[in-house]
């Protein structure tokens, strides 16, 4: 009974790693590798620092497409600083106009 419970814990914490996303820090990569990394993998969380605060690092989820967002989200367009200049990227956003 001991050894099947330390199974599916351990079955439930390395699918839970698996599903996670992964992430990268805007300045350390060209904005190229950004997008192809989004692109092959569906999303990705990008840290970024604050063009209005100095000193504080953001981070956000950005997408492929429209298949990574929720049902009440919408797709949107983003930019991020990377390590060649501006990056363009997309992001998935509350629909405010939904009732």
């Given at each position: 009974?001991r050894?099947?419970t330390f199974?599916?814990l351990?079955v439930?914490?390395?699918?839970?790693?698996?599903?996670?996303?992964?992430r990268?820090?805007?300045?350390?990569?060209?904005?190229d590798?950004?997008?192809?990394?989004?692109?092959?993998?569906?999303?990705?969380v990008?840290?970024y620092?604050?063009?209005?605060?100095?000193g504080?690092?953001?981070?956000?989820?950005y997408?492929?497409?429209l298949?990574?967002?929720?049902?009440d989200?919408?797709l949107?367009?983003?930019?991020?600083p990377?390590?060649?200049?501006?990056?363009?990227?997309?992001?998935?956003?509350?629909d405010?106009?939904?009732?």
């Amino acid at each position: 009974m001991r050894y099947r419970t330390f199974s599916i814990l351990a079955v439930a914490f390395l699918g839970g790693r698996a599903a996670a996303v992964d992430r990268v820090e805007s300045l350390a990569e060209p904005c190229d590798f950004i997008q192809q990394r989004i692109k092959s993998d569906g999303d990705l969380v990008v840290r970024y620092p604050s063009t209005r605060q100095p000193g504080l690092i953001l981070y956000d989820r950005y997408v492929e497409n429209l298949n990574q967002c929720s049902s009440d989200e919408q797709l949107v367009s983003a930019t991020v600083p990377s390590r060649d200049g501006m990056c363009d990227l997309r992001a998935c956003r509350f629909d405010n106009h939904r009732h």
